[in-house]
């Protein structure tokens, strides 16, 4: 099987309430841009795969055809390992054009990707939903909604001012007390001495994590953090490929760690950083980027059948207008199954890829 044909599509989608408009200490949205990649190989499959675009400027989706073009036609899509030391693309390209390489070995052996990856240790992936910075009130009322929709973990935003996240947190404990496992990500906008007088405050609210409230680099100042408080640290701009697990293991970095296929580079390397964790045995959670269902079903593939991943899942699918799924993957009280169609196990409509395209591609 030979790749002799590749196409990558820039689409946006429009979020809905109640998880738009989505705020950051950086941005508010209601939006997600995604770069959807097809693959056609010459014994007539078509593969499938996604990468984030999400708020980056000068996004130039011609020189990706390009650049992508000119690399993987020829290929066989079984050559995963070497695909890794070869390519030459930045890590979200590399994310979509492998993503979609899965999707053709499972679609040529006729297998849910999951089963190619040693099978299910767990039938649901839980999920934590995910939302923006909320008022005190607001987030009381959200994370009411939530639980009444069957959640079992939330994360919010945070890292515009510690005040403000400390009254969202408290407004999620004042209206559902412990019903919901509490996470909050300030994506990095706390010096470590700010982050930690704000990790103890929250100490009596028994967050579940504390995600990268600090620069990714150096890993002793996450070290440091993590002496400081009672509350749990996590990393995720920290995390890259496996190696960069390696070293918040090697530094004592974090409890938790979240990678995502678009920062590691696509679906093999979220499999050897789960083996890393579990061998480790630190917690392991799938970060997500606004995304669309391809990359919603990979997460489910990997989760499925891998056991370091067994915690809820960030997930803002459920916030979603629209999809470029023919259907969208179902959500069940907080619960997902991975799609059991060969490959990703998803069916793209070619009409919706066309209609949430936001740039002709070349």
């Known amino acids: 099987m030979i790749i002799t044909a590749c196409q990558i599509y820039l689409v946006e989608i429009k979020q809905t309430e109640p998880l738009a408009p989505y705020r950051s200490h950086i941005r508010t949205s209601d939006w997600t841009t995604k770069a959807i990649v097809r693959l056609e190989t010459d014994n007539g499959l078509v593969g499938w795969g996604e990468h984030n675009q999400n708020f980056l400027p000068g996004i130039d989706i011609g020189h990706q055809n390009q650049q992508a073009r000119e690399f993987i036609i020829g290929w066989d899509p079984y050559d995963i390992e070497k695909f890794h ?75 515009a001012d510690a005040e403000e996240d400390f009254e969202m947190v408290r407004g999620v404990r004042d209206a559902v007390g412990d019903k919901l496992k509490l996470r909050i990500d300030p994506n990095r906008a706390y010096s470590k001495e700010e982050a930690a007088e704000l990790a103890v405050r929250l100490e009596p609210y028994e967050l579940e994590y504390f995600e990268q409230p600090i620069m990714a680099e150096p890993l002793s100042d996450a070290n440091w953090l993590r002496k400081q408080t009672a509350t749990p640290i996590a990393l995720n701009e920290s995390v890259e490929g496996p190696e960069s697990v390696m070293a918040i293991l090697e530094a004592d970095a974090a409890e938790f760690i979240l990678p995502d296929t678009h920062t590691a580079g696509g679906i093999l390397p979220c499999v050897k950083i789960g083996h890393i964790a579990e061998a480790a045995g630190i917690p392991t959670i799938m970060h997500c980027g606004h995304d669309l269902g391809l990359k919603t079903a990979a997460m489910l593939h990997i989760c499925s059948a891998l ?46 890829v066309q209609k949430y395209q936001t740039d002709t591609p070349s």
């Open 307 to 352: 056991p370091a991943y067994n915690m809820p899942n960030d997930c803002t699918y459920y916030g979603l207008s629209d999809d470029i799924l023919s259907t969208l993957i179902p959500i069940d009280r907080g619960t997902m199954l991975a799609p059991e169609l060969p490959g990703l196990g998803v069916e793209v409509d070619e009409e919706k």
């Open 85 to 159: 030391i070869e390519n030459p693309f930045e890590f979200r390209l590399r994310c979509g054009v492998e993503m979609a390489m899965w999707d053709l070995i499972g679609k040529d052996n006729g297998q849910p990707l999951y089963k190619l990856l040693g099978g299910k240790v767990r039938d649901r992936v839980e999920l934590a939903a995910c939302m923006g910075i909320q008022s005190y009130e607001r987030a009381g009322e959200m994370a009411r909604w939530y639980v009444d929709q069957g959640y079992t973990a939330l994360k919010t935003k945070a890292g």
